[in-house]
């Protein structure tokens, strides 16, 4: 069975830091585009940032330049290293998993983040 799953949200104050973790199980990590999207309250889900089979990362506007997307290959897994967090920032984190070769995505069941102060 395919796991895709977060951990690492909470409660942060303006300005601060918080890291992200998904880990995809196996079979599909090392086949997939890993990203990492965000589903404010009353808004769609969005990409924040992704990383490609081949290493390549790219991050949507309002977070590039604070966030860095990051794997570990041994580990199945990916990071999302979020700094300098603005209260805008507040919303569920969802990891993803797009298996290119079925263009199947997988989603975990997310982490909240909230910076407030």
């Known amino acids: 069975q395919v796991q895709v799953m977060e951990s690492g949200g909470g409660l942060v104050q303006p300005g601060g830091s918080l890291r992200l973790s998904c880990t995809a199980s196996?079979?599909?990590?090392?086949?997939?585009?890993m990203g990492w999207y965000r589903q404010a309250p009353g808004k769609e889900r969005q990409l924040v940032a992704r990383?490609?089979?081949?290493?390549?990362?790219d991050y949507a506007s309002s977070v590039e330049g604070r966030f860095t997307i990051s794997r570990d290959l041994a580990k199945n897994t990916i990071y999302l290293q979020m700094n300098s967090l603005k209260p805008e920032d507040t919303a569920v984190y969802y990891c993803?998993?797009?298996?290119?070769?079925?263009?199947?995505?997988?989603w975990g069941h997310g982490t909240q983040v909230t910076v407030s102060s």
């Open positions: 196996g079979s599909i990590f090392g086949r997939s585009t």
């Open positions: 993803n998993a797009l298996v290119l070769a079925s263009n199947t995505d997988y």
């Open positions: 990383i490609f089979v081949g290493g390549v990362a």
